[in-house]
């Protein structure tokens, strides 16, 4: 009786609790709780912190709503390792959002395979984004996904002053890079630093390797599950470079178990400490955030990845995200998928979103973003990477998101082997060969 | 019938959101399911992947290898320091009150603050090693092969012993006076008081303790997927990190399942044989007789 | 006792050994939390230079700490009341009863003890959704105190064991029934057993991260742990923030040990001993 009283009032208690946010769930809200009639659309989006792009987002679902009597878009926001498993649980419970983040990629080709994905057709507003970068969300001639944030390319972030006080300019050969790594290391100076902790940082040289040794296609071969793809010489050349430069000594102490999300290994380079690191574009504002004055005063370099003497890869070719994007889930009603798709269409490929965007500090993948870039405080990055991306023959996307989840964890597994340099790049290949088969 | 309605609550509650489950996780151990879709029927080639995985070979060898360590590390710790602090002394009021500040933090914060003390570039660890000329304490604590598994071991300790020390203190605060009033007119002194009046005194706390340390170090998980993600390689990769590997990065929710029914039993396995240990059990058979 | 003995000296200098590696990491914590994400690293990390603030404070503050907190100490609240009600309720039935099915039920209990929740993670989560829990606080509570019943119950269990059966004999001779039994004579006495239990079970509810990670999503039922999350990016977190979120969930849990730790130490002495 206690107990049954007890349970009583504490569920009336937690009720009260939730009921208080409203922001219901997709499928089970056709009604949508307390807005009489309208739709309510949710969306799950990968959180970059309390963050000036959330606010980009955040804008434009409030001048829908404005513009929209009755559609309501309830936006949550998600750590980017938590939202993996949250949507891989909803989507199988049936329970998506009416619109979720994808990298597109191997894991949205999953979704779509099971039949979760709305397809959008091939609408004609698409033709608003660079061509680049709807190959990631495009299957069978059908688009997928819209561009959210922005474009997210991979280049050397370096710390000018490092290199300027060894007496060296930014390499532009492989060749080059070692001898930059022998100079740089005869200062006491970790030449490149590497947080190879979360796994993900040690793919792009891998990914930049094998694009210059052996042009685009190596991947492309593996992607659509090519036997032996693996073994591409240019692939087998690409770990062994890596190899190389671990036993050069080129990464700092403890590269191994440093992740990028302590703001560890750009502290390494702004302070001095090293002299480089390969990452994404999103670098420039997180060393912003630690250290304002390394990038106004000018201290912060960008390069792209260097040639290799003899490879087939076009150096101008790009590796990384090529953006994030919001997909429509199939499961959704008929009102909240028209509403969704509404949404997108009127707001992505907007000059006014692509605005926003490049205020929160992003690189829109939205035609004609150039001029908007005047005037922001990275405007000279913004200019560099929009062009970059816009002249790239190739961009390709980051392979872990292209492969399918259990073949990119085998990869990023085994690949932080070979940088421990405990697996040989031979035995790399042949482990991931039969997981392509498996 | 009347027995099941003071069980009813807790049998009901316990039932559906455990037991339920866990019947779940066993069906499924016998499917082939990524998560999206209508799982399909996989026979037993899931727990025929299991018995050839190196990787769950290994990963039990380090499940084991956590609970072991933790429980030779932190047991004696616990139980030096729960003696020390329950004199009555002041000052081991304030000793007490500061040891159990670890307790309370969250395994989140926690890990952050290791990960940020261990970084062998900026980190406090290796801030103290340069200014002491302590050179054995520069160390790629959580990237070496050799060591991280310990290192998580020691985190792991640091953030429960301060439990198990409580648990210690008060059960030796409930010693009664005369027994080592007695003991030291027959002589004992030093150690020999410990051996024979203490020790065997805490013989409830410790099993207690070592109950909720051992069944605790099977399920360890927040810390170890923060800070090492089971690196480097798979050293200190522990079953339930495995699982959810399979489960969540991997989307193979059949063999994930087959692995969280491995970690069930093993559990079970652990539980029954603490239990007979300490005769926790005897409840159960004190009952058998008595129908 | 006024002799100051070797052994003794011994003692207070492992101890306050130990008491340096459980405060030295505390320390360094509230130092970050005072730094900013540029100088938490750069900066000396054990002594109080290069501009500290508590600018990251507020940022949590600002960020909706407060909200997460209430849930919190909702789930805590609603999840040991829940565990402690049902757990007493079956262990008095278990001893009272001594029938095969109470202790069959008792064994399924102990089985309890061993399954990991991460175990049933997945079959657990489409059951909270097919019963229209998901995204509530009375999810977490309900799974939270689900799990906690085991080890509460067994505790519970060796400890009732050792009301003698002459009282309970007594009182019900008096006229009184099973029910007043339990509460006029059970609970009173099982005071210290409910208290160990409140700590324990109440430092695993208001720690859990993975339940609330699967089984909510709104913000409006985001529980601590979680929040420390927020201020996690996509690529980057905010150390410093982080550090002050757990900093200021840490207050109130420190504040209520000191306040009640005579009561606890006391509750707790009775429970281990036996």
């Given amino acids: 009786m206690l107990a049954a009283t007890l349970i009583a009032l504490i569920m009336a208690l937690a009720a009260c609790g939730s009921a208080a946010g409203g922001g219901k769930n997709g499928t ?347 005037g922001q405080q990275l405007a000279s990055f913004d200019q560099t990477i929009y062009s970059s991306v816009g002249k790239a023959p190739s961009f390709q996307y980051s392979w872990d998101q292209s492969l399918g989840p259990d073949e990119a964890q085998a990869m990023l597994t085994n690949l932080a082997q070979v940088f421990e340099l405990t697996q040989s790049p031979q035995k790399f290949a042949t482990i991931m060969n039969k997981q392509q088969k498996g | 019938m009347a027995d099941l309605v003071g069980l009813s609550p807790a049998t009901a509650l316990f039932g559906l959101f455990i037991i339920v489950p866990m019947l779940g996780a066993v069906v499924l151990s016998f499917f082939r399911w990524n998560g999206l879709g209508t799982p399909q029927w996989a026979g037993g080639s899931n727990w025929a992947q299991f018995f050839h995985d190196p990787v769950a070979g290994q990963s039990l060898v380090v499940t084991a290898k956590v609970i072991g360590l933790s429980w030779v590390v932190q047991t004696p710790i616990s139980m030096a320091l729960g003696l020390f602090i329950a004199g009555r002394q002041r000052y081991r009021t304030v000793y007490a009150t500061l040891y159990v500040l670890p307790l309370l933090l969250s395994t989140a914060g926690i890990a952050l603050v290791w990960e940020g003390m261990l970084d062998p570039n900026f980190g406090a660890v290796t801030a103290l090693s340069k200014s002491l000329h302590l050179g054995f304490l520069q160390q790629n604590w959580l990237g070496s092969a050799n060591l991280t598994l310990y290192v998580v071991v020691a985190i792991i300790a640091w953030q429960f012993i301060p439990f198990h020390t409580l648990l210690y203190q008060v059960g030796r605060r409930q010693i009664p006076d005369v027994l080592y009033e007695a003991a030291t007119l027959d002589g004992a002194s030093g150690f020999a008081l410990f051996r024979r009046v203490t020790l065997p005194q805490l013989r409830y706390t410790l099993v207690t303790s070592s109950t909720l340390m051992i069944v605790g170090a099977l399920t360890y998980f927040d810390i170890i997927y923060i800070l090492t993600d089971g690196g480097p390689g798979y050293t200190s990769r522990v079953l339930s990190l495995d699982m959810y590997h399979a489960a969540f990065l991997q989307n193979e929710f059949g063999y994930a399942s087959v692995l969280a029914v491995v970690l069930g039993v093993a559990g079970l396995a652990i539980a029954l044989g603490l239990a007979r240990a300490s005769g926790f059990t005897s409840m159960g058979s004190q009952q058998e007789g008595a129908t | 006792m006024s002799r100051v003995r070797p052994g003794r000296v011994v003692a207070l200098v492992l101890a306050t050994v130990w008491l340096v590696i459980a405060v030295a990491p505390v320390y360094y914590m509230v130092l970050a939390s005072l730094r900013s994400q540029g100088t938490y690293l750069t900066a000396n990390p054990w002594l109080p230079t290069g501009g500290l603030s508590l600018a990251e404070f507020g940022t ?60 049933i993670m997945v079959p657990l989560y489409l059951l909270i959704y097919k019963l229209h829990l998901y995204d509530t606080l009375a999810a977490l509570i309900l799974t939270m105190s689900a799990a906690a019943i085991p080890v509460s119950v067994l505790i519970m269990v060796s400890f009732l064991r050792d009301i003698p059966r002459e009282l309970i004999g007594a009182m019900l001779v008096d006229g009184g029934s099973e029910w007043t039994v339990f509460r006029r004579l059970v609970v009173p006495l099982s005071r210290p057993v409910l208290a160990t239990l409140a700590i324990y079970n109440g430092l695993n509810v208001w720690n859990n991260f993975l339940l609330p990670l699967i089984l909510t999503q709104s913000n409006s039922v985001a529980v601590l742990p979680l929040g420390l999350y927020k201020f996690e990016g996509q690529y980057a977190v905010n150390v410093p923030a982080v550090m002050a979120a757990v900093l200021l969930s840490v207050l109130p849990l420190l504040v209520l040990f000191v306040v009640m730790r005579r009561q606890v130490m006391r509750s707790l002495g009775a429970v281990v001993v036996r």
């Fill in chain 3, 60 to 119: 949590v503050f600002g960020a909706g700490l407060g909200r997460y907190l209430l849930n919190s100490v909702l789930i805590t609240a609603g999840g040991l009341i829940v565990t402690l009600a049902v757990s007493l309720g079956a262990a008095f039935r278990i001893i009272r009863r001594q029938s095969r099915v109470a202790g069959a039920l008792f064994r399924l209990l102990l089985f309890g003890l061993a399954i990991p929740i991460q175990a």
């Fill in chain 1, 28 to 374: 089970t809200s056709s009604g949508g709780s307390g807005t009489k009639g309208g739709t309510t659309v949710t969306a799950w989006l990968v959180t970059t912190g309390p963050s000036p792009a959330n606010d980009a987002v955040n804008a434009a679902a409030k001048k829908f709503e404005a513009s929209h009597p009755g559609d309501h878009i309830t936006i949550d926001y998600v750590e980017n390792q938590s939202f993996k498993q949250k949507i891989q649980l909803a989507m199988g419970a049936g329970n998506p959002p009416t619109l979720f983040w994808t990298w597109g990629g191997g894991i949205l080709q999953q979704y779509i395979k099971a039949g979760d994905v709305q397809s959008l057709g091939n609408p004609s507003w698409a033709s608003g984004f660079l061509p680049s970068s709807l190959g990631a969300v495009t299957f069978n001639n059908q688009l997928y996904g819209v561009p959210v944030e922005g474009t997210q390319p991979v280049y050397f972030f370096y710390n000018k002053q490092v290199f300027q006080q060894a007496g060296l300019s930014f390499p532009t050969t492989w060749s080059g890079l070692l001898s930059a790594v022998h100079t740089l290391k005869g200062k006491g100076i970790a030449p490149i630093s590497l947080a190879n902790g979360d796994q993900w940082p040690g793919l792009m040289f891998l990914e930049y390797l094998t694009d210059r040794i052996g042009g685009p296609s190596v991947f492309k071969a593996i992607e659509s599950g090519k036997a032996d793809a693996w073994s591409n010489p240019a692939m087998i050349q690409a770990l062994t470079d890596i190899q190389q430069l671990v036993r050069a000594g080129a990464f700092q102490k403890g590269y191994d178990s440093l992740k990028f999300s302590g703001g560890g290994s750009d502290a390494l380079v702004y302070s001095g400490r090293a002299a480089m690191q390969l990452m994404g574009d999103w670098d420039i504002s997180s060393i912003l955030g630690s250290s304002k004055s390394f990038v106004t005063a000018g201290k912060l370099g960008l390069a792209p990845f260097p040639a290799v003497g003899g490879g087939k890869g076009d150096p101008a070719d790009l590796a990384g995200n090529t953006a994030s994007y919001l997909a429509v889930a199939s499961k959704a009603t008929a009102a909240q998928k028209k509403a969704a798709i509404a949404f997108l269409q009127s707001v992505m490929p907007s000059a006014t979103y692509a605005k926003a965007e490049v205020a929160a500090g992003e690189v829109p993948v939205t035609k004609g973003a150039s001029p908007l870039f005047s």
